[in-house]
Every structure is written in structure tokens, then in C-alpha cells.
């Protein structure tokens, strides 16, 4: 079967596929350092439970592959790699598929520093154009991540390092590339999940963090009002680890906690 791509008849690409037609999959992103995948155990519980529910199917080899060619593409960079990983649903059909059956896709993206590099303080902002949506499958990265790709963008334009996005009732979400935590009070507030955010595995690693140091986690809905409240405000991811947010909209912040939830975070991933 033929098609037009940019105007040129040729034959379907290869890489015509259900992820590309329908985001019809999802994908965890991880950092890979000194012949391993940091913090292994949370990616691989986020991906199974994500493929249980996208219904897909695969063989008993497919996790012990998967970690053996991030293996070899690390190796390839010195052990010191971004590993993404994606998996879609195989086979043709329209909205309803004709399988069920997994396909995956594995990269690796050479890194210059070790991992979760000290932070030099984020300026960040509020998303204006865009929000995240309320649904079921929030929790998992999948295909098609149009709210963090325009938030990039406003970011960019607006010449901040991030920004914090509210979800589709008006409460804090998370920031464009990964959770956001506000020091208020004494505590550290986490949006409460199904708010619209990834449950990022770092973020599970800083909640045991928490828990070690004797810091007081709140999971609530956070309304848009408690960005002011903030005396320091956190982002987290599997790359950058944790980051502290040096301005917010203008205001400055402090970041009297973020060494020692760093240190703990080290502690925690690196030995």
C-alpha cells in the first residue's frame, strides 16, 4: 500500500506502527550509570502495571531483554547513559486492534556528568497555555505527551528553566518534566495522585527520603492560591533528579531543605 509523505508517493514506512497512528503504548525514561539502571525496581513496577492495563501482551524474556540491550547500548557509552524505553501495541486495525501483542523500541542517549548533578536553582513560572487533563491513565507515561511539549515551548519562549502546570479543575499537577513538591508550613506538600501527574519513580524515592530525614509529607489537592504560600518549591525526575526552584513567577525562594534531600537521595540510588 502506498501513501504521501511530504508530498512523495512511496510505499508505508516502517515505522508506521500503532504508537505512531494512535499513541496506542507508553515508555519509561531512566538513567543508567556504572553498569546499571538506577532505581530499577520502581521503572519496572510503573511498566508492568501500565502494560497490564493497556491489555497488552508479551513473553516471559521481554524484561530480562529489554535490560539486557540497555546493557549493551550503555556500555557502548561508558556506562553513563538516558535510556528510553517504549513499548506499543503490535499489528493493524483502526481503534480496535488486531492484537494485543507488545513491540518495544530501545534508545540510549550518552550523559557528560554522574547522576543527579547539584542544582543551580530553576526560574520558573506558571503554564498559561496549557493544562493537564484528569484521567485513569495519568499515572504512566504514555505516548503522546502533548502538555509537557507545549509547556516546554512556553517555557522556552518565556526564557524560564520550568514551569509548574495546573491541571483541568485548576489545581497544581506538576511541572512540565516531572513532580513538583511546595514547602509550606513545616511539611512538604505533594499534589495528591490522579491530579494528572506521572507517579514518578523519583518522587517515590524523595517520599522515602522524607521519611528517613523525619520530614512531614501532606498529599492533598493543592489549589493554584498555595503557589504564593510556598516558601520553597522542589521538581524531581529520574534524570535530573531533585532540583530546587530558585524564582517562581519572580519571587524568590529558598532551598534550606535541598541539600540534605539530596544527600539522602544519593544515598539512596548510588550505593
Not at 497512528?21 to 546499571?36: A, H, I, P, V
Not at 511539549?149 to 512556553?154: D, F
Not at 518534566?177 to 495528591?192: K, M, T, V, Y
Amino acid at each position: 500500500m502506498d501513501c504521501f509523505l511530504n508530498g512523495e508517493r512511496r510505499e508505508l514506512p516502517d515505522w508506521l506502527n500503532r504508537g505512531f497512528s494512535y499513541g496506542d503504548g507508553l515508555f519509561e525514561t531512566m538513567r543508567y550509570y556504572d553498569g546499571r539502571i538506577l532505581n530499577l525496581l520502581s521503572h519496572r513496577n510503573r511498566l508492568a502495571l501500565g502494560i497490564r492495563i493497556l491489555r497488552l501482551t508479551h513473553p516471559d524474556r521481554f524484561m530480562r531483554e529489554w535490560q539486557d540491550a540497555a546493557e549493551t547500548l550503555a556500555a557502548d557509552l561508558n556506562n553513563n547513559a538516558r535510556i528510553r524505553l517504549t513499548v506499543f501495541r503490535s499489528g493493524a486495525g483502526f481503534y480496535l486492534p488486531e492484537s494485543n501483542q507488545l513491540e518495544w523500541l530501545l534508545q540510549a542517549y550518552p550523559m557528560d556528568q554522574e547522576p543527579y548533578p547539584e542544582s543551580a536553582g530553576l526560574k520558573t513560572g506558571l503554564a498559561r497555555t496549557v493544562r493537564r487533563p484528569l484521567w485513569n491513565l495519568s499515572s504512566f507515561k504514555m505516548l503522546g505527551s502533548i502538555p509537557s511539549v507545549l509547556a516546554r515551548l512556553e517555557a522556552s519562549e518565556k526564557g524560564l528553566d520550568e514551569l509548574a502546570m495546573l491541571n483541568f479543575s485548576g489545581r497544581l499537577s506538576s511541572a512540565s518534566q516531572g513532580n513538583i513538591f511546595l514547602w509550606i508550613d513545616e511539611a512538604l506538600h505533594s499534589p495528591l495522585p490522579g491530579e494528572g501527574q506521572v507517579e514518578g519513580t523519583m518522587k517515590q524515592a524523595l517520599l522515602a527520603a522524607c521519611e528517613k530525614l523525619g520530614i512531614r509529607v501532606i498529599s492533598r489537592q493543592i489549589p493554584e492560591k498555595d503557589l504564593e504560600k510556598a516558601e520553597e518549591i522542589y521538581v524531581s525526575n529520574a534524570i535530573s533528579g531533585l532540583q530546587y526552584v530558585a524564582e517562581f513567577e519572580g519571587r524568590p525562594l529558598r532551598s534550606e531543605h535541598y541539600h540534605p534531600l539530596r544527600t539522602a537521595l544519593r544515598e539512596m540510588l548510588l550505593v
